[in-house]
């Protein structure tokens, strides 16, 4: 089962490291002239351009996230919750496979 686990974190980490690679355009700096570029095109680029960098800040958590669940993989630690050491609810792991904790220790710490 937990190559099952792992050939799917694999292939998200595979789907958003091709993703960074298309998106590192849009992060690029804008270029503030206003002869080659208008003011509004400009505010979009700058837009454009801090939404692909919170994109990219977000993608680069969720690989790390990856990296730590295929670690748990390896030792044997993967579906078991950080907080209370019991298994997590498969179904939480179809939607999320980086949890690390069940629905009810993950409540627990919302809640604080």
Same mark, same amino acid.
């Given at each position: ?7 799917? @974190?694999?292939? @998200?980490?595979?789907? =958003?490291? #091709?993703?960074? !690679? *298309? ?7 804008? &270029?503030?002239?206003? *002869? *080659?570029?208008?003011?509004? #095109?400009?505010?979009?680029? =700058? ?7 919170? #994109? $990219?800040?977000?993608?680069?958590? *969720? ?8 670690? +748990?993989?390896?030792? $044997?630690?993967? $579906?078991?919750?950080? /907080?209370?050491? &019991?298994?997590?609810?498969? !179904? +939480? =792991? ?9 629905? /009810?220790?993950?409540?627990? $710490?919302?809640?604080?």
């Amino acid at each position: 089962m937990n190559e099952e686990w792992r050939d799917r @974190l694999l292939a @998200l980490r595979a789907e =958003l490291q #091709s993703v960074a !690679k *298309t998106g590192d355009a849009s992060a690029a700096i804008v &270029e503030l002239d206003q *002869t *080659t570029v208008g003011r509004l #095109s400009r505010m979009d680029a =700058l837009q454009a351009q801090a939404m692909a960098k919170a #994109s $990219g800040n977000r993608r680069q958590a *969720t690989l790390i996230k990856i990296t730590a669940a295929l670690k +748990r993989i390896d030792d $044997g630690d993967y $579906g078991c919750c950080f /907080e209370c050491d &019991e298994p997590i609810n498969p !179904k +939480r =792991l179809e939607f999320d496979p980086t949890a690390i904790h069940c629905i /009810e220790c993950a409540s627990k $710490g919302e809640m604080s």
